[in-house]
Structures are given as structure tokens and as C-alpha cells.
């Protein structure tokens, strides 16, 4: 993937090889892909526009777009099912970045749509600059995705070792050094259950279980920030400890 530079210089829109970069609209309502387009072009995007799954299919293997916007709710084939079956034909590092907009807004719809591998989910009625916003947002994070990169990522959350910058849909989170130290970690065994001692020790070098009160203050402090949006991604299983992962009842 290309490293991005959105300035005044190079344009935004634009790769480091000066390319400009292409987004697929995909909606069978024509007027949302038209103002989608216009508000991207005019931001230095090339666009092209679909009304349906399968020729989003199809266009993606012909043209190889930068980014998708996909609606959910399409005529033949829905976006969940397109961007099910992209993933199925992707590599790792062919991944094209997926946003998906919808007027499908819950919790639900948004963790399948995570689970698909979306990078993004933006409902309807939506804002064009902050739509226009989140692409490049994506844009940016996932060029520096794949083999060799210092990025964890689960869900719609990403984590830079780098830069130590932390997005959840989207959107720059801060974090104190400690609330960073934690969340690396859960990032780092996304999915597995980790028991209070086993956080302890790593995050805070503790040997031993009588400080488990800071450990419950900072996942209080970081669900505060990172589950500020659905879906949790933060769970405690009782008894044990904690796990980051989608809900497992959705």
C-alpha cells in the first residue's frame, strides 16, 4: 500500500507517487452517489459510481479501487454479502478498505458489518464533510496496513506502536501512558480471555493480586473512551478477568 500525504502541496486524494486515488460509491439511490462523488472529487479523489453488488464486483476487479462506500441495502446482492465475499477473494496485502453507509443503524447491523472486515460505518442521513473525513481517515490508517507494519487493529479499532495514536471508528483517541499500556495489551490478545494477574503483571509488573482495584479503575477509564460508540468492545468475564472482543450474544 502507499503511504498518503494530504497537503496543500501534493493535493488531497493523492498517493506519495503522486496517483490520484480511486474510491467506488456503491448505492441505488442516485443522488447519494452523486453527492458523494461530487464532495470526494472535489477533494482530489477519483470516483466511480455503481448502483448494485454485483457490478461493485465486478468493478472492483476490473479497476481496483483505493477505498469502497458501500451501502448496505442493495437490489441484488446487500452489502454485507459484497464485502463478504471480496474478503474471501482478498489477500492480506490486497485489502481494499470498505466504509459502509447505511441507513441500517443497529448495534447489530454495525457489529456484522465489523466482522465482514468494514473499516468504517457511517449511517443515514450522514454529513458530507464528516463522510469526506472519514475516508481519509481510513485512507490514512490502512496504508499502513499489512506485512511488516507496527499497527494492531481488531473491529474497528486500530492502535499505531509508531506513533501510539489509537482510532475507534474513525475517530483519534487519547490516552495516558497507562491507559495506552492496557489497551496495547488487550489489542495484543484480542479475542482471549485474560485473567486480572496476567494484566497485572504485564501492564503494571504486579506479581500479585492485591492491586486488582487499579487494574478495574483503568478498564473503567479506557471503556469510557473506547466504548464510547457501539458496539463494547471491552468485556469482563467474572471471575476471571477481561477480553477485548466484539459482544459474544450479537
Known amino acids: 500500500m502507499t503511504f498518503l500525504r494530504f ?12 496517483r490520484q486515488l480511486r474510491v467506488l460509491v456503491v448505492d ?6 452523486e453527492l458523494v ?4 472529487t472535489y477533494n482530489g479523489f477519483e470516483c466511480e459510481r455503481v448502483g448494485s ?16 462506500v458501500l451501502d448496505v441495502m442493495l437490489p441484488d446482492l446487500d452489502g454485507f454479502e459484497v464485502a463478504k465475499r471480496l474478503r ?3 489477500g492480506a496485502a490486497t485489502r481494499v478498505p470498505i466504509i459502509f453507509l447505511t441507513a441500517r443503524d443497529t448495534t447489530q447491523d454495525k457489529i456484522e458489518g465489523l466482522r465482514l472486515g468494514s473499516d468504517d460505518y457511517v449511517t443515514k442521513p450522514f454529513s458530507i464533510e464528516e463522510l469526506i473525513e472519514r475516508v481519509k481517515a481510513v485512507l490514512r490508517r490502512s496504508a499502513g496496513l499489512g506485512p511488516g507494519s507496527n499497527k494492531l487493529s481488531y473491529a474497528d479499532l486500530e492502535l499505531d506502536e509508531e506513533t501510539r495514536d489509537v482510532w475507534r471508528a474513525g475517530k483519534l483517541i487519547e490516552l495516558t501512558p497507562t491507559e495506552y ?4 495489551y488487550l489489542l495484543s ?3 482471549r ?33 473506547i466504548d464510547e460508540v457501539d458496539p463494547p468492545l471491552i468485556h469482563t468475564v467474572r471471575g476471571v478477568g477481561y477480553s477485548l472482543r466484539l459482544p459474544p450474544d450479537a
Open 28 to 33: 441505488d439511490e442516485e443522488h447519494i452517489t
Open 7 to 18: 497537503s496543500a502541496e501534493y493535493g488531497e486524494g493523492m498517493s506519495d507517487a503522486g
Open 181 to 184: 499500556k492496557l489497551l496495547h
Open 88 to 90: 474471501q477473494a482478498e
Open 53 to 68: 453488488g454485483r457490478d461493485a464486483l465486478k468493478s472492483v476487479e476490473q479497476h481496483r479501487p483505493d477505498l469502497i
Open 189 to 191: 490478545n484480542a479475542r
Open 193 to 225: 480471555v485474560l485473567t486480572r494477574d496476567q494484566i497485572l503483571e504485564s501492564v503494571w509488573d504486579y506479581t500479585f493480586a492485591g492491586n486488582a482495584s487499579v487494574l478495574e479503575t483503568y478498564i473503567s477509564y479506557l471503556r469510557h473512551k
Open 37 to 40: 462523488s461530487m464532495g470526494l
